[in-house]
């Protein structure tokens, strides 16, 4: 019982015994029957309930209206985006055409136009206006083993040293550098499993950041290529 609906009972009490003091009772009986303290509660109860569904009412009438079509964003690319309200994870009133940050889950389905399922977690933001950087294969140099594993998917994989930064992980590598697409992996169990890889990619001027299953890893060229048709220059 809350603080109010304890005050609220407490105060009827007294009423009660107030009245029996000066002789005529506060509440009316109930066929005959003096009021007891069950009553009472009963009734705050039901007064404490209407004012918490009143509530909660008013929440829900005043909570903002989803988007019935797409959003469209104008600030991160060269051209506007035009993206399903569905796709969109944080509040779709920071997906506004000025925005320069979006979130999306993207359905493999449909970035791919094929029957895979789950989904792929984007993280869109303006690239900055820097020189380009090292390849991954080249960044991740000093941290690697000397292993190189082509994959019949195009990917090469390549394996963490021990005790670096990112022991339990592997690292994909598209083109032999991994210069358009390049993937982090982890190799164990790991909470989220539909989060289990992560990338970033540059599609014209916008920096992408992706998590999506290592059970996507062979669809990597589809999923790049629906990223590139979504954020390019040309729709």
């Known amino acids: 019982m809350g603080p109010a609906l304890s005050a609220t009972v407490a105060r009827l009490e007294r009423d009660v015994m107030h009245a029996g003091r ?55 690319a060269a051209r506007p985006l035009v993206l399903p309200a569905a796709w969109i994870v944080r509040p779709v009133a920071a997906a506004e055409a000025t925005s320069e940050r979006i ?21 869109a933001t303006r690239a900055p206006e820097t020189e380009a950087p090292l390849s991954p294969a080249r960044r991740y140099a000093r941290f690697l083993t000397a292993e190189a594993q082509p994959l019949t998917d195009g990917l090469m994989r390549r394996r ?32 989220e499993p539909d989060a289990a890889c992560l990338s970033e990619i540059r599609v014209g001027s916008v920096s992408l950041r992706l998590r999506f299953s290592a059970d996507r890893l062979p ?5 790049l290529a629906g990223l590139e048709r979504l954020f390019g220059s040309t729709p």
């Open 103 to 123: 979130d999306l889950a993207i359905p493999w389905t449909e970035l791919t136009g094929s029957a895979l399922p789950g989904l792929m977690r984007v993280t």
């Open 22 to 76: 000066v002789g005529r009772p506060a509440v009316p009986p109930v066929a005959g029957h003096p009021v007891d303290r069950r009553l009472i509660l009963a009734a705050a109860l039901g007064l404490a309930g209407s004012l918490a569904l009143t509530g909660v009412v008013a929440a829900w009438l005043a909570r903002p209206m989803a988007p019935a079509g797409p959003v469209v964003v104008s600030t991160l």
């Open 160 to 191: 963490f040293r021990a005790g670096t930064p990112f022991e339990g992980e592997d690292l994909y590598l598209a083109q032999g550098e991994g210069s358009r697409f390049a993937v982090r992996c982890a190799t164990g169990r790991v909470p």
């Open 219 to 223: 669809s990597w060229s589809a999923g």
